[in-house]
């Protein structure tokens, strides 16, 4: 038989107003359906069991629709990965930012390689080479010591300041050392 007006039919149903019973009809259907003539009339019903025929078009009907569900979402995951490394390989390759920065460096914190204290020392040292009587004496020989010491000392702080220095804290310790090699320097001049 042929639905004439099938459209119309679907309209009026969809057009329907729904109802949700309340809380207490629900209550009222579940007892209804524990109530003891009704659980002998379930009872007193026969089994009934299917042939085995119709349990394997069951199976095969669920196994169909389970592998046409699995086809549909691999060709899904495969349609999903093929546009993400689409639109990867479309994608303008970004350089990498490259930050620097420049600073200046304050000539007044940078050392000179050699100090005039030391080649005054030196000077002093070849005329030690010959005249060894001064040089001999003791206290001649502990104030050389002592400006060797501060020698080594300053030798080691221009090492920890290297060759762009930043701190001035250091090259005031570094003018500390220098006035003491000049105060050696000086009392090693008088005495010869």
């Known amino acids: 038989m042929k639905d ?4 119309k039919l679907n309209k009026a149903l969809t057009g329907l107003n729904t109802y949700e019973p309340g809380e207490c009809i629900w209550l009222q259907i579940n ?4 109530e003891l003539p009704l659980q ?14 119709i349990w394997t078009l069951i199976e095969k009907e669920s196994v169909a629709g389970k592998k046409k569900q699995a086809v549909i979402w691999y ?15 479309l994608l303008p390759a970004q350089s990498p ?30 005329y030690c080479e010959t005249e060894t009587l001064v ?4 206290d001649f020989r502990q104030l050389t010591h002592d400006y060797e010491a501060l020698r080594f000392a300053a030798r080691e702080l221009q090492q920890a300041i ?4 930043t701190e001035p804290d250091l090259m005031r310790q570094l003018s500390v050392l220098e006035q003491e090699k000049a105060d050696i320097l000086n009392k090693m001049a008088k005495m010869i």
Request: glycine letters at 6%; proline letters at 1%.
């Open 135 to 138: 040089c001999n004496r003791r």
């Open 75 to 89: 060709a899904a995951a495969t349609v999903l990965l093929a546009s993400f490394f689409g639109l990867w390989l």
């Open 162 to 165: 290297g060759n762009y220095n």
């Open 4 to 7: 004439i007006n099938k459209e």
């Open 97 to 126: 930012d490259i930050a620097f920065s420049q600073q200046e460096i304050d000539s007044r914190l940078q050392t000179t390689g050699n100090l005039a204290t030391d080649e005054q020392f030196n000077t002093l040292k070849t």
């Open 31 to 34: 007892d209804g359906l524990n």
């Open 40 to 53: 002998d009339a379930i009872r007193k019903l026969s089994d009934y069991e299917p042939d085995d025929l």
